[in-house]
Antibody, heavy 117, light 107 residues
């Protein structure tokens, strides 16, 4: 079955960067987009961006442009999301997701990123 | 981009019907999707392409659409349906948007 396993929780200081990984299995990773979504504590879901299977196409939500980078390594079926210049407002659970019946059909378990001085 | 508007909360007694609306100007042109999220868990798709139900989702979940509003209906609500529900769609440029979410409370 489709599985997306994300890296563990992170604690970062303001101004730092964080990279979250998303290791996948059980489906054709090299043929599927990857989306990233975050959820601040007690808040709703917020789409961050997507990446095409061949990495040639990316789309970032305007709010994150210039501060986020999404990459993937198809040889190990793993996607990465780097967020830079962190502030306390970036404290959230970050999810990777892949399409199926919907753009967000299969989800990782989430990675908590805490930004604190 | 555009916005999707959902009510913050809906309360319903067990066995009754809950309806959650989602409004947005792009909805007549773009499909809507619905996700259920329970505390501490990742979201789960419950309706896709406005009205379709994924395999494994109970028949009591259904979707409908009318103009700029889509509706998720839960018929015969059960205690296990207590969760947050999010609608999601896209604009013409491929930007994805989620509604703010609706908390369904089973009384």
């Amino acid at each position: 079955q489709v599985q997306l396993v994300q890296s563990g929780a992170e604690v970062k200081k303001p101004g730092a960067s964080v990279t979250v990984s998303c290791e996948t299995s059980g489906y054709a990773f090299t043929s599927s987009d990857i989306n990233w979504v975050r959820q601040a504590p007690g808040q709703g879901l917020e789409w961050m961006g997507w990446m095409s299977p061949d990495s040639d196409n990316r789309g970032y939500a305007q709010k994150f442009q210039g501060r986020v980078s999404m990459t993937r390594n198809n040889s190990i079926s793993t996607a990465y999301m780097e967020l830079r210049s962190l502030t306390a407002e970036d404290t959230a659970v970050y999810f990777c997701a892949t399409p199926g019946d919907s753009p967000f059909d299969h989800w990782g378990q989430g990675t908590l990123v805490t930004v604190s001085s | 981009s555009f916005e999707l508007t959902q009510p913050p909360s809906v309360s319903v007694s067990p066995g009754q019907t809950a309806g959650i609306t989602c409004s947005g100007d792009a909805l007549p042109k773009q499909y809507a999707y619905w996700y259920q999220q329970k505390p501490g868990q990742a979201p789960v798709l419950v309706i896709y392409k406005d009205t379709e139900r994924p395999s494994g989702i109970p028949e009591r979940f259904s979707g409908s659409t009318s103009g700029t509003t889509v509706t998720l209906t839960i018929s015969g609500v059960q205690a296990e349906d207590e969760a947050d529900y999010y609608c999601q769609s896209a604009d013409s440029s491929g930007t994805y948007v989620f509604g703010a979410g609706t908390k369904v409370t089973v009384l």
